[in-house]
């Protein structure tokens, strides 16, 4: 960025200060990290065999993720801040919390030894006890999912940390610097512009950071709304007028960003399944 200009040096100033949420981003990723790792020492610890600690590991994931849902909700609660009109829904750790303790405790279950082994006879007073892999696979499906849902919202709130680093000045720090040309904005800037355009009643088709045909389409129509030039690109001056726009703006219906965002992980999550299962077809 230029520094002579003003609009991008309060845009670096800002960065420069933003630290703190890099910091923050880097711990949750983090926590991210410890609660598999410690899974896998919890696993390795409690069992005594190679499938025994597998399973073991599977079950532990969906409670070590919990680090994960606590330090969403403290940051969501804890942590203030008006750079940013993004912030973490708290439905969604919460939601989480239910859901991973859920999974964990049908992980036990699945996990006792009455459950997991099954006795083979091999001769009238003498069997072998052997795995049920139809469980070691509804294991798998259910580590699975914590695991998803944890990096989802590692996601989430890497995304809101990344907006207080990037939040724009307000349009009247703007005017009073004089007339100053519009610039084309980071990709940093997308997410955020995503859920506010959402908010405001726009089709983005999915908040996912890229600003796809949908997105361009419903930059431009904001773009026409504020007198800009309907480009369809995301600008500096765009993302301000979004910003003013949304503190005008009454608080939206609860839940409608979290509603965008797990869509589009449903609808990513979906086309993946869809690709494999062409791949698998096709070998």
């Known amino acids: 960025m230029n520094r002579l200009d003003p609009v991008s040096g309060m845009l670096m100033s800002r960065s420069e200060n933003g630290s703190s949420p890099e910091i923050l981003r880097t711990i949750t990723w983090g926590i991210l990290i410890m609660a598999l790792v410690l899974a896998l020492l919890m696993g390795n610890h409690l069992a005594h065999n190679f499938t025994d600690r597998a399973v073991r590991f599977l079950s532990e994931a969906s409670l070590t993720v919990l680090l994960v849902d606590f330090w969403a909700l403290g940051i969501r609660l804890f942590r203030k801040t008006g750079r940013t009109p993004l912030r973490i829904p708290t439905r969604t750790p919460l939601i989480l919390i239910f859901l991973h303790l859920a999974l964990c405790y049908w992980s036990r ?4 030894f009455e459950v ?3 006795l083979e006879p091999m001769e009238e007073l003498a069997g072998v006890y052997l795995v049920r892999w139809g469980i070691v696979l509804l294991l798998v499906v259910l580590s699975c999912i914590s695991v998803a849902t944890s990096i989802f919202q590692t996601r989430l709130v890497g995304r809101v940390l ?3 680093t990037t939040a724009v000045p307000e349009i009247s720090q703007v005017r009073d610097l004089g007339s100053e040309p519009d610039m084309p904005a980071g990709p940093e800037h997308v997410y955020e512009a995503q859920v506010i355009l959402n908010n405001l009643g726009y089709a983005i088709g999915g908040i996912d950071g890229k600003v ?4 361009g389409k419903a930059l431009g129509e904001f773009q026409e709304s504020c007198g800009l030039d309907p480009s369809g690109e995301l600008t500096i001056l765009t993302m301000i007028e979004l ?3 949304w503190a005008g703006e009454a608080s ?5 960003s979290a509603k965008a965002l797990i869509g589009h992980v449903v609808r990513r999550l979906t086309n993946r399944v869809a ?8 070998s």
């Open 252 to 256: 939206p219906p609860p839940g409608q």
């Open 212 to 215: 796809s045909e949908s997105t």
């Open 243 to 245: 910003r003013n726009r």
């Open 109 to 112: 279950h699945l996990i006792s």
């Open 116 to 118: 997991l082994y099954r």
């Open 275 to 282: 690709a494999l299962w062409e791949k698998w077809r096709d």
């Open 162 to 164: 990344i907006s207080e």
